[in-house]
């Protein structure tokens, strides 16, 4: 097990960390970010460039102009204008320009299709690999590519070996904690097992009991999913699992299968009374700051939700990140999901330049680093947020070739249970708050025969 550090033992307070996939919820994510004004952002991290020009206020006539698209509109006029000005200080006569893009699928849809879409951009999901040489630049082989980078992100945009985008960084999926809880609680060390993380949550509740140990999100609507990363990832330990695994599997659903132990830890925390009172449409910022503030012990979350974790009130060093409580032969993993991918729009005049500052980007900004994430660079150094992931075994998720995706959509889709999406965990915690619910054996029995059934093509019919 790993021990905490003994000035959190102390006086409670130690540093702090997942998850990303997803690459899931970007759009959800970001109108957040906007509509909570996030505009002070996080400070800009030291970069490798000391030369810091202040840029000039008019351009000249002959300037080359090279356009950014982003998501991150909260990041615009604070840490870009940054990144814009050191980009800029290292060539003569270029201006960067950063356009903020709101609603980036929705929005991108239409772009592509004029060809109006910046020199760098980052790939939309709905963009699939077979299309990615009609939009995109090569930016270089995977074996070339991975003289710097990770080869397992080098696969998320990459077709016959050609790479067409660069993932910006990638989110790690774990557990957030008040590290003040944590500690008043008498625990030394972090769970390993489901038994340990219940054990826990029950030491929080009798320790404090204004505190509530565990939040669902069950209100929220947009966090259940995120319990499918532990899935794929810490219980799993194999990046094939979800697209060559469990499609073969009769029975997927079994005590000691993957989906058992990660659903069977959720099912307990709720009968175990160790979660929120349930209420419909929960605002996510409240709760943010509640467990700022100590009153919500953890929550399974991605690492890109610490920064707002750490700046919902006044105590960002109590909030800290750990892994999911599981271990495979004495090793820990957890599940890694890139965020979007960096690419260069196919009719860009200023190609060479837009690479320039996708390298620069991801070598020299610091930008992965600050936003508390997981570089796709060989052997970077983790940031601080995921301190406690040191010994931990990164699967990169999603592997598998378009046609094995395909096959996971297809049992999910017939069997109704679609795993990666929250109706059928809302129902399985519904089960487990009243006092005479479905037992969790039974449900998971009903999941393995609907699972069965897909198998052999027959949709399951909620009306039967």
């Known amino acids: 097990m790993n021990l905490i550090s003994k000035k959190m033992i102390a006086v409670l307070l130690a540093g702090t960390m997942l998850i990303g996939l997803v690459a899931c919820g970007k759009d959800n994510k970001n109108a957040n970010l906007d509509k909570e004004n996030k505009e002070q952002g996080k400070e800009v991290e030291q970069v490798e460039e000391t030369t810091t020009e202040e840029a000039t206020t008019e351009m000249s006539e002959d300037a080359i102009v090279i356009t950014i698209l982003t998501d991150k509109t909260h990041l615009v006029d604070t840490k870009f204008e940054e990144y814009k000005k050191i980009f800029e200080s290292n060539y003569e006569n270029v201006?960067?320009?950063?356009?903020?893009?709101?609603?980036?699928?929705?929005?991108?849809?239409?772009?592509?299709?004029?060809?109006?879409?910046?020199?760098?951009?980052?790939?939309?999901?709905?963009?699939?690999?077979?299309?990615?040489?009609?939009?995109?630049?090569?930016?270089?082989?995977?074996?070339?590519?991975?003289?710097?980078?990770?080869?397992?992100?080098?696969?998320?945009?990459?077709?016959?070996?050609?790479?067409?985008?660069?993932?910006?960084?990638?989110?790690?999926?774990?557990?957030?904690?008040?590290?003040?809880?944590?500690?008043?609680?008498?625990?030394?060390?972090?769970?390993?097992?489901?038994?340990?993380?219940?054990?826990?949550?029950?030491?929080?509740?009798?320790?404090?009991?204004?505190?509530?140990?565990?939040?669902?999100?069950?209100?929220?609507?947009?966090?259940?999913?995120?319990?499918?990363?532990?899935?794929?990832?810490?219980?799993?330990?194999?990046a094939t699992y979800r697209n060559q695994g469990i499609v073969t599997e009769q029975e997927p659903f079994l005590e000691g299968k993957p989906n058992y132990t990660v659903h069977k830890l959720l099912y307990d925390i709720v009968k175990n009374r160790l979660c929120e009172p349930f209420t419909e449409g929960e605002n996510w910022r409240p709760i943010y700051r509640q467990m700022n503030e100590g009153k919500i012990g953890c929550m399974l979350l991605s690492s890109d939700y610490i920064y707002e974790l750490q700046t919902a009130g006044t105590n960002p060093d109590d909030i800290s990140f750990m892994p999911f409580p599981y271990v495979v032969d004495d090793v820990q993993y957890a599940a890694v999901e890139t965020d979007y991918s960096y690419a260069i729009n196919k009719n860009s005049a200023n190609k060479e330049l837009a690479k320039e500052w996708i390298t620069y980007m991801l070598n020299k900004s610091g930008f992965s680093k600050s936003e508390g994430a997981l570089s796709i660079k060989k052997k970077a150094a983790l940031p601080t947020t995921l301190k406690n992931f040191e010994n931990v075994e990164w699967i990169v998720n999603p592997l598998g070739k378009p046609q094995e995706a395909k096959e996971y959509q297809k049992l999910n889709g017939l069997s109704g249970l679609r795993l990666d999406e929250d109706k059928e965990k809302n129902r399985l915690i519904e089960e487990a708050a009243k006092e005479d619910g479905i037992p969790f054996d039974d449900i998971m029995k009903e999941w393995n025969e609907r699972w069965k059934n897909a198998l052999q093509g027959i949709r399951y019919d909620q009306e039967l």
């Open 95 to 238: 201006v960067v320009e950063i356009e903020a893009v709101k609603n980036y699928e929705q929005t991108m849809r239409q772009r592509l299709r004029t060809g109006d879409y910046g020199d760098v951009l980052l790939i939309p999901e709905f963009v699939t690999n077979y299309q990615l040489s009609g939009y995109f630049e090569p930016l270089g082989t995977v074996e070339e590519l991975s003289e710097t980078y990770d080869e397992r992100f080098l696969q998320v945009h990459a077709v016959d070996g050609v790479v067409y985008g660069l993932p910006r960084y990638a989110n790690v999926y774990g557990v957030a904690y008040n590290e003040v809880v944590f500690a008043n609680s008498g625990e030394l060390a972090f769970p390993t097992n489901s038994g340990e993380f219940l054990s826990m949550l029950k030491k929080m509740q009798n320790s404090q009991p204004g505190v509530i140990p565990y939040y669902t999100g069950y209100g929220n609507g947009e966090w259940l999913w995120q319990w499918q990363m532990q899935v794929w990832g810490a219980v799993a330990a194999d």
